[in-house]
């Protein structure tokens, strides 16, 4: 079947840790996103990526980077520079970067707490 | 900029009731309007959809209808079941290479 896989389910940091989240896609989707989901909050997008080798940053870019060297896959790195990284880190896809009609595609997320 | 604003939750009914979560937007053009559904320890997943004005989506029992005159997308769903209980999140797309607004999402239980 296909879909988007996110691993680990659960994942801890330490202090001063830098920690890579993964997202791998088999839709043959062109874009890719990263969201940050915290408590009693919508959805916040940290970067997205529009084809391989590009990416741009969100509203909340600070604190993380990205890479995008396959289409399939867009690890998130949630570096020691962002001070309150506890939240629930969903990737989503779509078809191309999101004309009108388009929907989003989620994986089952990420919880990172911090140690 | 454009936004999407929900009804603050949660919403509790009892099984069987009707259920409305409201939603207005702020947003210029003609943006295409989403409900997006996440059930617990999960990603979203789409629920429905109207991408223009007075189109009604439908999914599972649920409706909304893009009203403009309004700016609104609420969710109806006439007989909600224990198992429609979840995050129900309203967003809108404009295309163009502008990404998706989501709302702050309305939690709904559903007891029996």
């Known amino acids: 079947d296909g879909g988007i896989t996110q691993s680990p389910k659960y994942l801890f940091r330490k202090e001063g840790q830098n920690v890579t989240l993964s997202c791998e896609q088999n839709?043959?989707?062109?874009?890719m996103y990263w969201y940050r989901q915290d408590p009693g909050q919508g959805l916040r997008l940290i970067y997205y990526?529009?084809?391989?080798?590009?990416?741009q940053k969100g509203d909340i870019a600070e604190g993380y980077s990205v890479s995008r060297e396959k289409k399939e896959s867009f690890p998130l790195t949630v570096t020691s520079a962002q001070k309150n990284p506890t939240a629930f880190y969903l990737c989503?896809?779509?078809?191309?970067?999101?004309?009108?009609?388009?929907?989003?595609?989620f994986g089952s997320g990420t919880q990172l707490s911090v140690l | 900029g454009d936004s999407v604003t929900q009804m603050e939750g949660p919403v509790t009914l009892s099984e069987e009731a009707f259920l409305t979560i409201n939603c207005t937007y702020t947003?210029?053009?003609?943006?295409?309007l989403f409900w997006y559904v996440q059930y617990p320890g999960e990603g979203l997943q789409l629920l429905l959809k109207?991408?223009?004005?007075?189109d009604k989506g439908s999914n599972k029992g649920f409706e909304a209808t893009y009203r403009k005159e309004t700016t609104s997308f609420h969710l109806e769903k006439g007989s909600v079941q224990v198992s429609d209980s979840a995050v129900y999140f309203c967003?809108?797309?404009?295309?163009?290479?502008?990404?998706?607004?989501f709302g702050t999402g309305t939690k709904l239980q559903v007891i029996p």
């Open positions: 989503a896809s779509s078809i191309h970067f999101p004309g009108t009609n388009e929907k989003l595609f």
């Open positions: 839709l043959n989707h062109d874009a």
């Open positions: 990526s529009q084809i391989v080798n590009d990416f």
């Open positions: 947003a210029t053009g003609y943006p295409s």
């Open positions: 109207a991408t223009k004005a007075d």
């Open positions: 967003a809108l797309s404009k295309g163009g290479y502008q990404k998706v607004t």
